[in-house]
């Protein structure tokens, strides 16, 4: 099982960002995937998911509107277009695999695997 998070990148305020989570050794038909991110110091927050086998999809309050969720199951892809980024989206975003037809954005121990998370930095 593998989860490979790429796209992180130093942006300014406004700016777009996609991240994509590349996913092995299970079925996204089965496993839903969240993006979580974290600040050093502080607890790892839920951002987003999809369960792909329900189509559903959560977003935190704090994203909505410029953040989108999508998935590409050929590919075994999930990704994370991220618009008018601001300073306070900096953190590490890590991707995860959570064995649900309705994902939620925690607790974290719900989600079995993690990848090694990419760094997003916006800057003012």
């Known amino acids: 099982v593998q989860l490979v998070e790429s796209g992180g990148g130093l942006v300014q305020s406004g700016d777009s960002l996609r991240l994509s989570c590349v996913v092995s050794?299970?079925?996204?038909?089965?496993?839903?995937i969240g993006w979580f991110r974290q600040v050093p110091g502080k607890e790892r927050e839920g951002v987003s998911c999809?369960?792909?086998?329900?189509?559903?999809?959560a977003y935190a309050d704090s994203v909505k509107g410029r953040f989108t969720i999508s998935g590409d199951n050929a590919k075994n892809t999930v990704y994370l277009q991220m618009n008018s980024l601001k300073p306070e989206d900096t953190a590490v975003y890590y991707c995860?695999?959570?064995?649900?037809?309705?994902?939620?954005?925690?607790?974290?121990?719900?989600?079995?695997?993690w990848g090694q998370g990419t760094q997003v930095t916006v800057s003012s």
């Open positions: 995860a695999a959570e064995r649900s037809a309705y994902c939620t954005l925690g607790p974290m121990w719900e989600y079995d695997y």
């Open positions: 050794g299970f079925s996204l038909d089965v496993y839903a």
């Open positions: 999809i369960s792909s086998s329900t189509g559903h999809i």
